[in-house]
């Protein structure tokens, strides 16, 4: 997708979508937490060891954290019986409560909006949970693992990414001018969005499938059932447009949850007596093993002041640990929006190349805009306006994000209605930036069932429904996205896509998009200085 994005056309049209944020900028640099009732930027190298060292020193946030990150190495492993356990009890009981509490649970409010006492640290901290058990007869702890793989030049990566990077290096049927061109972007860059917005992504998608011919587009219909024909291994759906559908299809690529996969395949009372009926223990793998989500209210205020006391960076995250009078409306964070969409105001969000020559002799660089994009250009002799930030006004834009898994288990009364929640997202901004300016614009939007929360025991629940799909339907439905691989975000379904396109094109039908989790985890090592890579020799027993 992002390979099509970044110029199967032309490589200016990526440069023109992809807004990239260089690595030394700010938004970059700078993240926060809120703790217990003041922003503290978190420790990184730009802002040199005195000034880190500092912060970790005087910051209540940091108290006991040191003491226990050293102890760590004498801490014991966990038994080998254990499959799985919740970050928050993971981190505790290596690092201790307070580095659980007032630093993890922060870091997965701000990506999964979640509990760090529900979510799995075997899927979201699967580096971690194998080291602990790495090496077991030295028993020396994640620390001197870490240290030793850093001494040595070496990275420990999984087996799947290491398999999906050699695989893209193989494959000829890219474009390998525009994979270039893309890793060369996303080296430089810390985070990176689209000019237009994300919705730019879905845009990009959809005119692109309606420039096939083979591709037959229904919005707004929903599909009511899935049948399939072990005998032809084909299916046939039914959707509310269409109860009965003559067309047949090889495969099912599933993006929705693992309970609504549930529903579509349960046979009705008037099923088809031809067509397959699901197992009772693929349909109990998917209603039992689907994660539950969470509801988060995303508020956007926009100030006509550009230069609000805020500091400069990303934004900040609140911790689980904050006491419930400096946090009573349950923010999770607020991302300082202005910062993370490129140069703003109606002259700087756009360049305009009218004379590249004059402009930019050829390898001089310009932090904007890609020299070979530049180079191209010039040989076109292209005048053009290049749109390189997101707004056209100045100002200053604020997100806050709330509630998440603090409203689990409300009643849909209970939770704050739009306008409400303007208020609340204005009194959280107030309390913790002292901003006490209207926003001119403000907009509220509850993004219901968000983010799946990845429950302790998810590796297994996947591996189960993996088996039964193979079993009842042949490798033919292959399912991705956010509910399945244990990735949130855009890159981590971009990788899947590009895996389940690759599974129906080679006609793998053992995979599902969950084979990796049957068995245990592969690592592999990987020598930085020669790019040797080999399967870790020490596996975890
Ligand atoms: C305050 C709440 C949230 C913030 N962002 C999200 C929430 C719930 C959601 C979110 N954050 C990340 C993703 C994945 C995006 C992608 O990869 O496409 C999602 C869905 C990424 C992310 N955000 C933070 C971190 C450390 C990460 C992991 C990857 C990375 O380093 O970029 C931190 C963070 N999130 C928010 C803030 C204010 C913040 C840090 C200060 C907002």
């Not at 040191?66 to 760590?72: G, H, M, P």
Request: proline share 6%.
């Amino acid at each position: 997708m992002l390979n099509r994005l970044s110029g199967e056309d032309s490589v200016g049209d990526a440069a023109k979508a992809i807004r990239g944020i260089p690595n030394d900028q700010p938004s970059a640099t700078n993240r926060y937490l809120y703790y217990p009732d003041h922003l503290v930027c978190m420790p990184n190298p730009k802002r040199g060891i005195f000034s880190n060292l500092y912060t970790l020193l005087s910051e209540p946030i940091f108290s006991g954290v040191l003491s226990k990150l050293f102890a760590e190495t004498w801490v014991a492993e966990r038994s080998s019986n254990t499959r799985d356990e919740s970050v928050g009890s993971f981190i505790s009981r290596r690092y201790g409560a307070p580095v659980a509490d007032n630093l993890v649970s922060a870091l997965y409010h701000g990506i999964y909006a979640g509990d760090i006492y529900n979510l799995s640290a075997r899927t979201l901290m699967p580096r971690f949970w194998y080291l602990e058990k790495r090496d077991t007869a030295d028993g020396h702890g994640i620390n001197i693992e870490l240290l030793e793989l850093i001494t040595k030049s070496r990275s420990l990566l999984s087996f799947d990414t290491v398999r999906l990077m050699n695989r893209m290096i193989k494959d000829d049927s890219g474009n390998k001018e525009s994979f270039a061109f893309l890793q060369r972007q996303m080296s430089k860059t810390s985070i990176y969005s689209f000019v237009r917005g994300l919705g730019q992504l879905n845009d990009f998608l959809l005119d692109y499938l309606k420039s096939n011919a083979n591709v037959t587009l229904r919005p707004n219909t929903k599909v009511e059932k899935l049948e399939f024909d072990s005998s032809n291994r084909k299916f046939s759906v039914s959707t509310s447009s269409q109860p009965s559908s003559s067309k047949e299809f090889d495969y099912t690529i599933c993006t929705l949850s693992p309970a609504v996969l549930a529903q579509f395949l349960q046979p009705s009372e008037y099923a088809d007596t031809t067509k397959s009926v699901p197992s009772t223990s693929l349909i109990s793998s998917l209603e039992n093993g689907c994660p539950k989500s969470v509801n988060v209210m995303v508020v956007n205020l926009y100030y006509q002041n550009p230069n609000l006391p805020i500091p400069r960076g990303f934004g900040y995250l609140i911790p689980r640990s904050v006491p419930v009078e400096q946090n009573p409306e349950r923010a999770l964070g607020v991302i300082f929006a202005s910062e993370t969409t490129g140069p703003r105001g109606p002259k700087d969000a756009f360049v305009e190349i009218i004379d590249l020559p004059k402009q930019q002799k050829e390898g001089e660089e310009d932090p904007e805009l890609d020299p070979d994009l530049v180079r191209r250009l010039m040989e076109q002799g292209t005048k053009q306006r290049i749109q390189v930030g997101q707004d056209t006004a100045s100002g200053t834009k604020l997100a806050v994000m709330i509630g998440g898994h603090w409203w689990s288990g409300w009643k849909e009364e209970d939770l704050p209605d739009e306008q409400t929640a303007i208020e609340m997202a204005k009194s959280v901004i107030q309390r913790h930036l002292k901003v006490t300016e209207e926003p001119m614009l403000a907009k509220a939007r509850l993004q219901r069932e968000a983010i799946p929360q990845y429950q302790v025991g998810y590796r297994d629940a996947m591996a189960r429904i993996h088996q039964n799909l193979v079993k009842d339907y042949e490798g033919r439905i292959k399912v991705l996205g956010p509910w399945w691989q244990g990735g949130v975000g855009v890159n981590d379904c971009v990788k899947s896509a590009r895996e389940t396109s690759r599974r129906i094109r080679e006609a793998w039908d053992d995979q599902t998009g969950l084979e990796d989790y049957v068995g245990e985890e592969k690592w592999v090592l990987v020598d930085r200085r020669t790019n040797v890579q080999v399967l870790d020799p020490l596996q975890v027993r």
